[in-house]
């Protein structure tokens, strides 16, 4: 009797499987930036673009556009009835009607690359480790009652090196087992939340804002984050904290990482000098970053956004520091830590017409402060972002373009105590093949400090068929990275974006787009994409000498389960 009033205890308190919404939406799904269109079409902000999401949250958003149904394009009604499909369960394995659920799903994909004209050894691909399919990958889920979710995966990929190291042309599948990824599962969560809150311990990309070409504070950078997050979300508030772990292993000098096509020597933080020292372990100290971030829509088409973040590293974990409602930079941490502040927004003052922008304040001296004396030495850190989406509802589909500049000074993410802190430091390791290596990539913006990139795209796309896409970006990279040493020495503040005097020019022309397999006759779990990419470089590594062309072509077709 008591096993069976405890069975029927547990029954009754427990929602049905399908009410268990606390799995994660990955910052690149199709899902966010097919319900993005929908807004737009309807002249409203999405209330959040910190990704990644909740089902639960977003299905606030989804329930938010669905209510608007009697204004929609044809194309958004394909997508809301799209998504609602999408985000329908029918688990593999269930207990107890559903209060213990098990999925888990297939997918394989197989990628060629081709490149043309460029020489090898300077390839960088632009589809490269972290936007290549794997050949295989299994996630495999479980849902507990309405609160409870866990997820890891299995997957089948090539590895840094494999990728860093084949510069010409070639495809996704290892070659042999020292090209397996290693590292692996690059996606796992631990998920507890309700209707309207969320705490998660997980490794998965974090991205946020809305920016095409990157984002200033924490951008995607084809890298995954661990970190524990905890959200709050409702219509039109928001309010996330989130503890970034990273990397402190040490590496001696004769240790180098490539970001790119640069290679550096990884420096290593010595507290006790309070200075850089390539043979100094940092064994003994704890990195860490941590940011808040307020989202809220005082308007249904107006979108503002708060963030202040740190990163810091010290002997030990300072617990103050997970004190959510506490100004990070008022512990006045200077020597340890380095500070950043953020102020976005989204404005869409005619539906299909979106303005959107960033604002990123690490050294914040403008020219009042330089010119009254204060701060006369000290070079300005700040970012800037600005960009405009235009759609309009055409047939079936979407018609839309978009444009977007952005500007880092040249001591952006270079902190003035002499602490390069605001990196995301990622240890790679293959033992079948014996390598290793620290690469070390910006949190931010993914060009890094002294850049300046202007951006421009037009496509039209059909919900659930094809798309395509033109594109064109320009940029510059003046002689800083995210390894430059602050200094004041005289001239150093007067420094504009690009520095040097042989800055490094992209010009990057693309042509993309993509098929449901229903369009070739084949079923809905198929698709295929293809992309052309003509790469032109001036300048390269800051060489007046070197400049050169390249021709890059990819083409994707995978299967899902």
């Known amino acids: 009797m008591k096993r069976l009033s405890i069975f029927v205890l547990l029954i009754s308190a427990v929602v049905l499987f399908g009410q268990n919404r606390q799995a994660i939406i990955p910052y690149d799904s199709s899902l966010v930036a097919e319900l993005g269109m929908v807004y737009r079409e309807l002249g409203m902000a999405l209330p959040s673009d910190t990704a990644p999401w909740t089902e639960a949250e977003f299905l606030l958003m989804l329930d938010r556009a669905h209510n608007q149904g009697g204004r929609l394009s044809p194309a958004a009604k394909t997508i809301l009835a799209g998504i609602r499909k999408e985000l329908e369960k029918d688990p593999v394995y269930t207990e107890f009607d559903g209060a213990l659920a098990v999925d888990a799903s297939l997918s394989i994909a197989l990628e060629g690359y081709l490149g043309f004209l460029g020489d090898d050894e300077n ?209 006045y941490q200077t020597g340890s830590a380095n500070y950043f502040i953020t102020l976005e927004a989204d404005y869409l003052p005619l539906p299909g017409v979106r303005l959107y922008g960033q604002f990123l304040g690490d050294q914040i001296a403008f ?112 002689e800083n990275t995210i390894t430059t040493v602050w200094t004041d020495e005289d001239g150093a503040a007067q420094d504009v974006t690009p520095s040097g005097s042989h800055p490094v020019q992209t010009l990057i022309l693309g042509l993309e787009g993509g098929m449901n397999g229903s369009m070739l006759g084949f079923p809905d779990s198929i698709s295929v994409s293809t992309g052309v990419n003509l790469i032109h470089v001036e300048n390269f590594l800051h060489d007046p000498g070197e400049d050169f062309w390249d021709l890059q072509i990819w083409l994707s077709g995978k299967y899902r389960f």
């Open 123 to 331: 390839r960088e691909w632009l589809r490269g480790y972290g936007e290549r399919e794997a050949l295989l990958f299994v996630p495999v889920e479980l849902y507990l009652l309405d609160n409870f979710y866990a997820m890891t995966s299995l997957s089948l990929s090539q590895d840094y090196f494999a990728v860093l190291d084949r510069q010409e042309s070639g495809s996704n599948l290892p070659l042999g087992f020292n090209d397996l990824e290693s590292m692996y599962p690059l996606h796992t969560a631990l998920s507890a939340g309700g209707e309207h809150w969320n705490i998660r311990f997980a490794r998965e990309t974090l991205n946020w804002g809305s920016g095409k070409t990157g984002n200033l504070l924490l951008g995607a950078n084809g890298t995954v984050h661990d970190f524990i997050e905890l959200t709050s979300f409702w219509n039109r508030f928001k309010f996330t904290f989130l503890l970034l772990g990273q990397d402190t292993s040490a590496w001696d000098e004769t240790t180098t990482y490539t970001a790119g096509n640069e290679t550096f020597i990884a420096p290593v933080y010595d507290n006790k000098n309070d200075s850089f020292n390539d043979a100094v372990s940092s064994q003994e100290t704890v990195r860490n970053f941590l940011a808040h971030r307020l989202e809220f829509l005082p308007r249904d088409n107006l979108r503002l956004v708060f963030t202040e973040a740190v990163m810091y590293q010290d002997p030990s974990f300072q617990f103050r520091y997970l004190n959510p409602m506490m100004a990070f930079h008022n512990w």
């Open 367 to 478: 020219y009042f402060n330089r010119q009254s004396g204060t701060y006369s030495d000290v070079p300005a850190a700040m970012g800037y972002l600005a960009g405009l989406d235009l759609q309009k509802p055409l047939a079936e589909g979407y018609l839309f373009g978009g444009l977007e500049w952005v500007k880092l000074d040249p001591y952006n993410y270079i902190d003035r105590s002499g602490i390069n802190l605001w990196y995301q430091r990622r240890i790679l390791s293959n033992y079948l093949g014996g390598h290793q290596a620290l690469v070390i990539t910006p949190l931010g913006y993914e060009k890094g400090p002294d850049s300046m990139t202007f951006y421009g795209e037009f496509g039209y796309m059909v919900p659930g068929s094809w798309d395509a896409k033109l594109s064109a970006e320009f940029f510059v990279k003046g």
